[in-house]
């Protein structure tokens, strides 16, 4: 059913600094089991992956379910997107049948076509640029075990990839302290440092030790995202010494929390001692995609406010 206005979420400064506090609210109390309402009753979801995914996937269909509502999974296998059918005319085509379309893609353009064109909210599942939903997951764990962001300095150590840019964009809305150790030649996105930098401590650096010093939350991801696994063994050259191991742990301030988006490559990017260690907080954070993509869906697709 055409459904315009309506507000997408591609990227976290989608929604206002002042939203995003309320977002949490929102997912915090949706956590915490005291949200009963259901506004997506009578409403669908669809779902397109043109990559593979565990935790975007059940969260979206299991959370959109709780709300009363239901999820398609569209896989390019099955759907005439991946026979070539245009993104336009799929845009066009879902909108008549569904109240939202959650996308995970390669190209950020394919995702931005899809809303250009669709009557629906169009909620980014993680393009080859952003992992929006993600990082708000992670900032809702910082929340719950750090108790906020304020004054707090993250670091990410690993690829500029995806995720690194959505926290670059989460500073930028949120105004913590970001510092980035990448090798050189894996930078994350400079237009989005530079925007950051007008709110935020945000530093790129080369030495993972210099990153987590004294950081309250100590973050990485995998060595090659999806659709760069032609590139595994260059780049497990390029990062090597990037691990966060006990020893990076040990720089890093007193109850510092370790997190990973997952799937995680055990003794690449993490060592198995900090990820099954007490500093990691992953399951919580794999959890928190199902509350925060509760409460982006009751705002784009169900009336809930945020103000
Ligand atoms: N972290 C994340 O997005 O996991 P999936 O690829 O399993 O969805
Ligand atoms: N950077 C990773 C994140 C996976 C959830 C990828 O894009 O594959």
């Known amino acids: 059913m055409p459904n315009r206005p309506h507000r997408d979420f591609l990227a976290i400064p989608d929604f206002s600094t002042e939203e995003l506090h309320r977002?949490?609210?929102?997912?915090?109390?949706?956590?915490?089991?005291?949200?009963?309402?259901?506004?997506?009753?009578g409403k669908s979801l669809a779902m397109i992956?043109?990559?593979?995914?565990?935790?975007?996937?059940?969260?979206?269909e299991v959370g959109a379910w709780?709300?009363?509502?239901?999820?398609?999974?569209?896989?390019?296998?099955?759907?005439?997107?991946?026979?070539g059918e245009p993104i336009a005319?799929?845009?066009?085509?879902?909108?008549?049948?569904?109240?939202?379309?959650?996308?995970?893609?390669?190209?950020?353009?394919?995702?931005e076509e899809l809303a250009e064109y669709a009557d629906v909210p169009v909620i980014n599942g993680l393009t080859d640029w952003l992992h929006p939903c993600q990082?708000?997951?992670?900032?809702?764990?910082?929340?719950?075990?750090v108790g906020g962001w304020e004054g707090k300095r993250v670091a990410w150590i690993g690829d500029g990839n995806n995720m690194a840019n959505s926290w670059i964009n989460a500073a930028y809305r949120l105004g913590f302290e970001l510092v980035l150790a990448c090798p050189e030649g894996y930078d994350?996105?400079?237009k989005l440092v530079e925007r950051?930098?007008?709110?935020?401590?945000?530093?790129?650096?080369?030495?993972?030790?210099?990153?987590?010093?004294?950081?309250?939350?100590?973050?990485?991801?995998?060595?090659?995202?999806?659709?760069?696994?032609e590139e595994q063994a260059t780049r497990a050259k390029a990062f090597r010494g990037f691990i966060v191991d006990e020893g990076l742990m040990k720089?890093?301030?007193?109850?510092?929390?370790?997190?990973?988006?997952?799937?995680?490559?055990?003794?690449?990017?993490?060592?198995?001692?900090?990820?099954?260690?007490?500093?990691?907080r992953v399951w919580d954070e794999a959890e928190n995609r199902l509350h925060v993509q509760k409460a982006i869906m009751a705002v784009l697709m169900g009336g809930e406010t945020l103000s």
């Not at 109850?255 to 990691?280: D, K, T």
Request: charged share 25%; glycine share 6%; aromatic share 6%.
């Open 251 to 280: 720089r890093a301030a007193k109850g510092a929390i370790f997190l990973h988006c997952l799937p995680a490559h055990r003794g690449e990017e993490v060592a198995p001692a900090v990820i099954e260690g007490p500093q990691s």
């Open 135 to 145: 990082v708000l997951a992670d900032l809702l764990t910082v929340r719950q075990h």
């Open 66 to 83: 709780q709300l009363g509502g239901h999820a398609l999974f569209l896989s390019p296998r099955d759907v005439q997107l991946g026979r």
């Open 196 to 229: 950051a930098r007008t709110r935020a401590k945000v530093t790129v650096v080369r030495d993972p030790k210099q990153a987590a010093e004294g950081a309250h939350v100590v973050n990485t991801d995998v060595w090659a995202s999806m659709g760069q696994e």
């Open 49 to 60: 992956f043109m990559k593979s995914s565990t935790r975007t996937r059940v969260s979206f």
């Open 23 to 41: 977002l949490f609210d929102l997912a915090d109390t949706m956590s915490q089991g005291r949200y009963t309402k259901r506004p997506l009753a």
């Open 188 to 190: 994350p996105d400079q």
């Open 89 to 111: 005319d799929t845009a066009r085509v879902l909108s008549r049948y569904v109240d939202g379309i959650m996308i995970r893609t390669f190209a950020h353009a394919e995702i």
